[in-house]
Nanobody
């Protein structure tokens, strides 16, 4: 079975940092573009960041550009999201995602992680 396991969420004060990890059971991990989406209470799931199969191209939502960095280690079947300068509006459940190609809409995602809660206090 395909499984993406998100970890690394937690409670942090504004201005702080967190690093999320996503371990994938995909045997063909390297052929998938990977990414992160987030969903705050009462809001729709939104795109955060994505990275292509080889890891040489990254894409970010305007709201996180310059603060978040996505990376991947294909040898470890793991994707990371380094989150710096966190703001209260970053508070959400963060979901790891896998797709055949880079996508910026939830409808294009093939597989989802279970989500990890990130809470940023003022």
């Amino acid at each position: 079975q395909v499984q993406l396991v998100d970890t690394g969420g937690g409670l942090v004060q504004a201005g702080g940092s967190l690093r999320l990890s996503c371990a994938a059971s995909l045997r063909t991990f390297s052929i998938y573009a990977m990414g992160w989406f987030r969903q705050a209470p009462g809001k729709e799931r939104e795109f955060v960041a994505a990275i292509n199969r080889s890891g040489d191209n990254a894409y970010y939502a305007d709201s996180v550009k310059g603060r978040f960095t996505i990376s991947r280690d294909n040898a470890k079947n793991t994707v990371y999201l380094q989150m710096n300068s966190l703001k209260p509006e970053d508070t959400a459940v963060y979901y790891c995602a896998a797709a055949i190609v880079v996508v910026t809409k939830p409808s294009g995602v093939n597989y989802w992680g279970q989500g990890t809660q990130v809470t940023v206090s003022s």
